[in-house]
């Protein structure tokens, strides 16, 4: 009997296990708060000094915070499944328009990669992407989703998530945040290691301001209310 059908076989039950645990691991991260994510370790092999990440459940987590999140980053997270298509639609017809690049990612999508995934553009990890965007969607309610996100989001050098971010940079628990501060730190999650929140330049000031008028939109429109009522 060749090998080559035997060693496929072990191959397959290999990659099928693996992606059997995946899965298991993704749907206990419903219930059970991620040791870690995939960027802390890259920031620390990069020589991050060490990690401030400090993991509060979503009700410790300013109402303003969740507001400036949704208006900034996915004020359709409510009404969707892990995937916009209408943005998806938008950044294509902008892009082959020739516009600056303009991505369709939901706050699902940027949960699943940075609960699984490491920082990159290539399809493949667009792929597994996509795959976990779909699991969690499919296994956590919304609420979670914003919780876990709120508690891996980058927020500087090193530190991770709504707590750690508003005691380094604000000196306060992230239950304390203003409206302002609020969208200061939404302002800055494009790029959290350049810009920073306490130190905001024109253009960080200019972004927080219209972050923050569109927070008034969201609690207006009930945008964010998958996320605020426990219900």
Same mark, same amino acid.
């Given at each position: 009997?060749?090998? %080559? ?130 699991? %969690? ?95």
């Amino acid at each position: 009997m060749s090998m %080559i059908p035997r060693l496929l076989r072990r191959i397959a039950a290999v990659l099928a296990g693996l992606v059997l645990l995946l899965v298991a691991l993704a749907v206990s991260y419903r219930w059970v708060p991620p040791p870690g994510s995939p960027l802390m370790a890259i920031r620390l092999a990069q020589g991050a000094p060490g990690i401030d990440r400090r993991w509060v459940p979503l009700e410790a987590i300013s109402p303003h915070l969740v507001a400036a999140i949704v208006a900034s980053e996915d004020s359709r997270f409510c009404a969707h499944h892990g995937i916009d298509w209408d943005a998806v639609e938008a950044a294509r017809a902008h892009n082959e328009a020739g516009g600056r690049l303009r991505g369709a990612s939901t706050l699902s999508m940027q949960t699943a990669k940075n609960a699984f995934l490491w920082p990159d553009r290539t399809w493949l990890r667009k792929g597994a992407e996509l795959g976990f965007t779909l699991l %969690i969607e499919a296994t956590w309610p919304k609420r979670r989703i914003a919780e876990v996100y709120l508690n891996l989001a980058e927020w500087g050098d090193g530190i991770f998530g709504a707590e750690a971010a508003a005691r380094r940079h604000f000196g306060k628990p992230a239950a304390g945040l203003s409206a302002s501060e609020a969208a200061l730190l939404a302002a800055v999650l494009p790029n959290p290691r350049r810009w920073s929140p306490e130190r905001p330049t024109a253009y960080i000031r200019n972004r927080a301001a219209t972050i923050e008028r569109r927070m008034a939109i969201v609690r207006r429109d009930g945008l964010a209310a998958c996320i605020l009522d426990p219900a």
